[in-house]
Nanobody, 115 residues
Framework: QIQLVESGGGSVQAGGSLKLSCAASGYSFSRCAMGWYRQAPGKERERVSTISSGGSTSYADSVKGRFTISQDNAKNTLYLQMNSLKTEDTAVYYC?????????WGQGTQVTVSS
């Protein structure tokens, strides 16, 4: 059973930082593509950042230069360092994995940025 559990969300003022973590179990995600997505109220879920099994990263234009995705294969944990947060970053953030053609999602963690 593959499980993804996010943590690290919370409330922060604009300009602040948060670091999200996603602990994976049930498989070795070094063989999977991983990513962070977010969904704000009334909006569709959108891609924030992804990292391939080979370590290649990509970012949405809205977070480039502010967010950094990384992973610790030994700990089977995915991270998202978020700096210079803006009010428009407020959303539920989801961890996702694509392994052997199957998609897996975490339960999400709330990030709220206030002005």
């Amino acid at each position: 059973q593959i499980q993804l559990v996010e943590s690290g969300g919370g409330s922060v003022q604009a300009g602040g930082s948060l670091k999200l973590s996603c602990a994976a179990s049930g498989y070795s995600f070094s063989r999977c593509a991983m990513g962070w997505y977010r969904q704000a109220p009334g909006k569709e879920r959108e891609r924030v950042s992804t990292i391939s099994s080979g370590g290649s990263t990509s970012y949405a234009d809205s977070v480039k230069g502010r967010f950094t995705i990384s992973q610790d294969n030994a700990k089977n944990t995915l991270y998202l360092q978020m700096n210079s947060l803006k009010t428009e970053d407020t959303a539920v953030y989801y961890c996702a994995a694509v392994c052997s053609g199957h998609n897996y999602w975490g339960q999400g963690t709330q990030v709220t940025v206030s002005s």
